[in-house]
């Protein structure tokens, strides 16, 4: 079929061998690429109930029928598996190159499983599959994890993904990096490398993707182009980035602040996207195939940290230590960035289990000594998160384990699991909703649906009706998902466009209705996934200190205005009351235990 290669890459590194499969052409035009493709095949492959730092779980490495191509945004590749940090679903995307070079080696999609006894790195081009002993690399830091496995390959035309001490050590929330700051950032697909004794993977190749109309592609891209590059939004991000945000989260009073104790924080003005610009040499830069850079190249300038260099830090990192921390210098928030880089850890995850820490302190349930606004006392706790040593032993298994733990449970906020992002739910309504029904836990990608709220197209207190607003803005980024494209994209292809790009890339010609019928069973499929594995509609919620708890202007979500909108987007959804979709057979949910 036109757009794919029709072939997965089966590797086995407990046997140190791989082979290829066949994919056919039902399968992928039912689902696509991406997440759809991944999705269907971990459903197949996935033992049910397996730990997922077990041999037998399977991570899977794909791309989609845009990966390769000239179509702006799609220099993207997604791994998927289960998660060793809320024993669910788990997708995470990075950007960068490295996608260019995954698609060199001529799969749809990779499926790794199984253990190898001692470190390896993994090579794969077009041809062959070969297994590298990678016990001098073992122990490294990612930046010289990268270079090192670079310096072994024989061509410039490759890209490497690999993780760091975190993720050799099992800490639950480790990522995988390429291109040194490029991260498949949330639930854990670093452990579960690491879990397999993979340090890293090379790609090179020289296949290529036969799109179904390879000319009109380039003439397309070439119109996008010419026609956007100078939006108002394509500049925004490139001069500023998404610390822009800083300043519209405070505003609205939805920036997490304090660990989840305030909307607003006093010295915002010291971490947003000015004091950035204005503190630091900051160089835009761009994924391949994009022309919005929305990436900062930040060299700071003064002080302790002078002359550290680091790709952002983003928003969601500048909020996790900033605002959750408190932490009120741009400078001390890149340095704490650049140590969950090089240890490969996600800042959303650690800047929360930070802030969560700091609390535990202060009620006297940790011997440690924590406050708020201390940088040193928050790297040297990612530190030990890293190396699994005394409290940070704890927090690497997350933060639903260390809350029980400590029996601070009513304290902790995540959902499935997962710590959110930077929107508190009192203030965004909709993110509430968007963190309850993720199928990965609190995430704000699945639908970025704090678009809407924050940019008047819906009333951030409104209840009624917002699910059916979300269920667009959710089918859309699925179908982003499935081809593999950026969400910075998401203003400039519509509908319309995406249906565009499927018919240049695969021929396929597909109206919104059929897209959207294509979303609904990816997502149908995730859900499917989850229901075996234990979850059920008991887990679609919020942590009780949302419903207990008012900002500190008064606003707040109750329980029920949650479940009107949970039970709106199960019967949009075509699920019934209990959120199981109508192919479900009754009594396929296992019991849930915990992810380890």
């Not at 029928?65 to 993207?76: Q, T």
């Not at 891209?221 to 925004?236: C, F, S, T, Y």
Request: hydrophobic share 40%; charged share 25%.
């Amino acid at each position: 079929m036109q757009g794919f290669f029709n072939k997965a890459l089966i590797i086995d590194a407990g046997s140190r061998t791989a082979a290829p499969q066949s994919l056919d052409d039902a399968l992928l035009r039912s689902c696509l690429g991406g997440k759809g493709l991944a999705t269907q095949l971990l459903l197949q492959y996935n033992p049910v109930g397996v730990d997922p730092l077990a041999p037998e779980n399977h991570l899977l490495l794909a791309l989609g029928p845009a990966s390769g191509s000239p179509i702006y945004g799609s220099c993207r590749h997604g791994i998927f598996s289960k998660s060793p940090l809320t024993g669910g679903y788990a997708e995470s995307y990075s950007g960068g190159k490295l996608a260019v070079a995954m698609n060199r080696c001529g799969y749809d999609a990779m499926i790794i499983h199984g253990a190898a006894e001692k470190p390896v790195w993994i090579e794969i081009d077009d041809s062959r599959v070969v297994f590298h002993d990678a016990a001098e690399l073992w122990g490294m830091e990612t930046y010289a994890a990268e270079d090192a496995i670079k310096s072994r390959l024989k061509t410039r035309r490759s890209g490497v993904m690999v993780i760091g001490p975190a993720g050799e050590k099992g800490v639950r929330f480790a990522v995988v990096e390429n291109d040194y700051w490029r991260s498949a950032g949330r639930t854990g697909m670093g452990a579960v490398l690491g879990a397999k004794n993979i340090k890293g993977i090379a790609f090179a190749g020289n296949a290529e993707r036969v799109l179904a109309h390879p000319e009109e592609a380039r003439q397309y891209a070439r119109r996008m182009l010419k026609d956007l590059k100078h939006h108002a939004a394509a500049e925004a991000y490139r001069s500023q980035g998404t610390p822009m945000m800083v300043a519209l989260l405070n505003q609205a009073g939805g920036f997490p602040t304090r660990y989840w104790s305030a909307g607003e924080y006093a010295f915002w003005e010291k971490i947003n996207a000015p004091s950035l610009t204005s503190r630091c040499k900051v160089q835009p830069r761009a994924c391949m195939t994009c022309f919005m850079a929305c990436g900062n190249l930040s060299r700071i300038l003064e002080g302790r940290h002078k002359g550290l260099t680091v790709e952002g830090p983003e928003y969601e990192t500048i909020y996790a230590f900033g605002g959750l921390c408190m932490i009120g210098s741009i400078e001390e928030i890149a340095y704490l960035n650049d140590i969950c880089d090089r240890l490969g850890m996600d800042t959303i995850s650690a800047g929360n289990l930070a802030a969560f820490a700091i609390e535990a302190s202060k009620r006297g349930k940790i011997r440690e000594r924590l406050d708020y606004g201390r940088p040193e006392q928050v790297a040297s706790l990612l530190e030990k998160i890293a190396a699994r040593q005394g409290i940070g032993d704890l927090l690497a298994d997350g933060i639903r384990h260390a809350a029980a733990e400590l029996d601070l449970q009513d304290l902790a906020i995540h959902v499935k699991g997962l710590e959110p992002p930077g929107y508190d739910p009192r203030a965004l309504k909709g993110m509430g909703l968007a963190y309850a029904v993720s199928d990965r836990g609190a995430c704000h990608l699945r639908a970025t649906f704090y678009k809407a709220e924050l940019s008047g197209l819906i009333d951030p207190d409104q209840t009624a009706g917002k699910a059916e607003m979300f269920l667009d803005f959710e089918d859309r980024c699925t179908l982003f998902d499935c081809l593999i494209l950026c969400r910075f994209y998401r203003d400039f292809y519509p509908w319309e466009d995406l249906s565009r790009i499927i018919f240049l890339t695969t021929g396929l010609e597909l109206e919104k209705a059929d897209l959207q019928q294509l979303a609904a069973r990816v997502t149908d499929s995730t859900r499917r996934f989850n229901l075996r594995e234990g979850f059920t509609s008991a887990d679609d919620r919020l942590p009780k200190r949302f419903f207990q708890e008012a900002l500190p202007d008064g606003r707040r979500i109750s329980e029920n205005e949650m479940r009107t909108m949970v039970a709106d987007y199960y019967r949009l959804r075509g699920w019934n009351a209990d959120g199981i979709p109508p192919d479900v057979p009754a009594g396929a949910q296992k019991s849930k235990g915990d992810p380890g």
